[in-house]
């Protein structure tokens, strides 16, 4: 039997996992699906926006590949320490890494880490319960709030922001984040890019969304649209710019509506410094000007926005796992369609996946074409790998290496204990935002 651990629970592993169990070359595989958290599904869990319910619904399609029974899910195992990448592949024939991208791109100017400003990425953990974040972590006093970057997770945490809790009330989102998002009081939230309206990376659909926020308006300056080459004639451009300077152009000549919050698109502006002593109070921006090669320079105007509350959303970025390379310039692990590559030769055994393979992009659907180019490398490579005798069962291994893992009943009865939570707060599933609540969740004391 071909023995094979995927690591992380995410798209792209549970794409992998699919793969790999249901090939035909190797009839006979068993892959154990791990994860650092008791709960399956990565960020279709902890990334997802909680009002993208269709979204969020692809976890019925993961959780029935992670059913497949030559397919088992190991929570609450962490491959690290003792179970470094060489332990774990003395107990199974191959691991594959699909452990994504687990942290922010940084800004690098100054004020970055004054009160009040953060990564979009631990605001969307917040509000998606992830339990390594406090749930208490932000109260939003803020009235003027600035997110740095335009593309889909700006759009999700200004949509967000801009809904308030009463319209989150129906989705998962956990009880403390909905509290802070119905007390909070901001009214102004300026989502910010350093390029052009046709070369913002949001997608048109995401964009469209926040034209129909009932509580909110967007407002776009056409003058910053004007300044885009692209405005006066987008047929040149490829579709998915097109359509988005299309819809821009419809909010920008809009009147404005007067509801109690804004979203302002703006453009052309770069992050020089965030202003404030202790706590953020604006963010400094230099005006920018296309160079005809999609960039753009800076023209020395600065111009200053108001903000309480800094989300910078810039890209996520990957952390290298140590006893595994990693190309720090790029964020993944060197590979050459999947198979990881130590010295610049492959390493027999060892695999990667998803954003940690090709980096931070693409929709969730882009994994599974990165994913099955993994596996038809690894089943390539079979004849090999199964040369090579194991224990029989790796469970035993990881146990004895001082993993506690979470199986799939100890998930099922986190999913048990979130609907009950949801019940008595009449409201749907609601998420358990700590590690104390998921584990005691999985392990109840009998
Ligand atoms: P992203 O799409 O790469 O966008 C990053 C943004 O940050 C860009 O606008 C980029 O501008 C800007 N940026 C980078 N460095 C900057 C700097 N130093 N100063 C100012 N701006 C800077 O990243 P993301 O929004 O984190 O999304 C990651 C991936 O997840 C994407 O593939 C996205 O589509 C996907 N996602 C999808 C959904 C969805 O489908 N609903 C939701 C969330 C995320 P430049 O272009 O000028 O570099």
């Given at each position: 039997?071909?023995?094979?651990?995927?690591?992380?629970?995410?798209?792209?592993?549970?794409?992998?996992?699919?793969?790999?169990?249901?090939?035909?070359?190797?009839?006979?595989?068993?892959?154990?699906?791990v994860?650092?958290?008791?709960?399956?599904?990565?960020?279709?869990?902890?990334?997802?926006?909680?009002?993208?319910?269709?979204?969020?619904?692809?976890?019925?399609?993961?959780?029935?590949?992670?059913?497949?029974?030559?397919?088992?899910?190991?929570?609450?195992?962490?491959?690290?320490?003792?179970?470094?990448?060489?332990?774990?592949l003395?107990?199974?024939?191959?691991?594959?890494?699909?452990?994504g991208?687990?942290?922010?791109?940084?800004?690098?100017?100054?004020?970055e880490?004054?009160?009040?400003?953060?990564?979009?990425?631990?605001?969307?953990?917040?509000?998606?319960?992830?339990?390594?974040?406090?749930?208490?972590?932000?109260?939003?006093?803020a009235?003027?709030?600035?997110?740095?970057?335009?593309?889909?997770?700006?759009?999700?945490?200004?949509?967000?922001?801009?809904?308030?809790?009463?319209?989150?009330?129906?989705?998962?989102?956990?009880?403390?984040?909905?509290?802070?998002?119905?007390?909070?009081?901001?009214?102004?939230?300026?989502?910010?890019?350093?390029?052009?309206?046709?070369?913002?990376?949001?997608?048109?659909?995401?964009?469209?969304?926040?034209?129909?926020?009932?509580?909110?308006?967007?407002?776009?300056?056409?003058?910053?649209?004007?300044?885009?080459?692209?405005?006066?004639?987008?047929?040149?451009?490829?579709?998915?710019?097109?359509?988005?300077?299309?819809?821009?152009?419809?909010?920008?000549?809009?009147?404005?509506?007067?509801?109690?919050?804004?979203?302002?698109?703006?453009?052309?502006?770069?992050?020089?410094?965030?202003l404030?002593?202790?706590?953020?109070?604006?963010?400094?921006?230099?005006?920018?000007?296309?160079?005809?090669?999609?960039?753009?320079?800076?023209?020395?105007?600065?111009?200053e926005?108001?903000?309480?509350?800094?989300?910078?959303?810039?890209?996520?970025?990957?952390?290298?796992?140590?006893?595994?390379?990693f190309?720090?310039s790029?964020?993944?692990?060197?590979?050459?369609?999947?198979?990881?590559?130590?010295?610049?030769?492959?390493?027999?055994?060892?695999?990667?996946?998803?954003?940690?393979?090709?980096?931070?992009?693409?929709?969730?659907?882009?994994?599974?074409?990165?994913?099955?180019?993994?596996?038809?490398?690894?089943?390539?490579?079979?004849?090999?790998?199964?040369?090579?005798?194991?224990?029989?069962?790796?469970?035993?291994?990881?146990?004895?290496?001082?993993?506690?893992?979470?199986?799939?009943?100890g998930?099922e009865?986190?999913?048990?204990?979130?609907?009950?939570?949801?019940?008595?707060?009449?409201?749907?599933?609601?998420?358990?935002?700590?590690?104390?609540?998921?584990l005691?969740?999985?392990?109840?004391?009998?």
């Amino acid at each position: 039997m071909l023995r094979i651990a995927v690591v992380g629970s995410g798209p792209s592993g549970v794409y992998t996992a699919e793969a790999l169990a249901r090939q035909d070359a190797v009839p006979d595989v068993a892959v154990d699906v791990v994860d650092r958290l008791p709960c399956p599904y990565g960020l279709v869990r902890y990334g997802v926006a909680p009002d993208h319910e269709k979204i969020k619904s692809l976890q019925g399609n993961l959780r029935r590949v992670l059913e497949d029974p030559r397919i088992r899910f190991l929570g609450n195992v962490t491959v690290g320490g003792a179970l470094d990448p060489q332990a774990l592949l003395s107990l199974y024939h191959a691991v594959v890494y699909c452990v994504g991208a687990a942290t922010d791109r940084r800004l690098g100017i100054p004020g970055e880490d004054l009160a009040g400003s953060h990564s979009a990425t631990r605001f969307v953990s917040w509000y998606s319960a992830h339990p390594d974040e406090d749930p208490d972590e932000f109260v939003l006093r803020a009235r003027s709030a600035v997110v740095i970057g335009v593309g889909n997770v700006a759009v999700d945490v200004a949509r967000i922001l801009a809904r308030g809790g009463e319209e989150l009330r129906r989705t998962d989102v956990p009880d403390a984040a909905l509290h802070a998002l119905q007390d909070s009081r901001v009214t102004d939230v300026h989502v910010v890019g350093r390029r052009g309206p046709s070369q913002a990376k949001f997608t048109t659909k995401e964009l469209r969304e926040l034209g129909g926020l009932p509580g909110a308006e967007v407002v776009v300056r056409s003058d910053e649209l004007a300044l885009d080459p692209a405005y006066a004639d987008p047929s040149g451009l490829p579709p998915a710019a097109r359509r988005n300077v299309e819809v821009l152009r419809g909010w920008a000549e809009r009147p404005a509506a007067g509801r109690a919050r804004r979203i302002h698109l703006r453009f052309f502006l770069r992050p020089v410094e965030l202003l404030g002593d202790d706590a953020v109070t604006g963010v400094r921006f230099e005006r920018t000007a296309p160079d005809g090669q999609g960039r753009v320079a800076g023209t020395g105007l600065l111009e200053e926005i108001d903000a309480q509350l800094v989300l910078r959303s810039v890209g996520y970025r990957g952390v290298p796992l140590a006893g595994l390379p990693f190309d720090a310039s790029a964020g993944i692990v060197p590979n050459n369609e999947g198979r990881v590559l130590r010295d610049g030769q492959p390493s027999p055994g060892e695999y990667v996946a998803g954003w940690i393979k090709r980096g931070p992009t693409g929709v969730i659907g882009t994994n599974r074409p990165c994913a099955k180019q993994t596996a038809a490398a690894l089943v390539a490579d079979a004849p090999l790998l199964l040369a090579r005798a194991l224990p029989v069962d790796p469970l035993e291994g990881l146990r004895a290496l001082g993993a506690e893992p979470v199986e799939w009943s100890g998930w099922e009865a986190i999913e048990a204990a979130e609907a009950e939570l949801g019940r008595s707060l009449d409201r749907p599933t609601v998420k358990i935002p700590d590690w104390a609540g998921l584990l005691t969740a999985a392990r109840p004391i009998l």
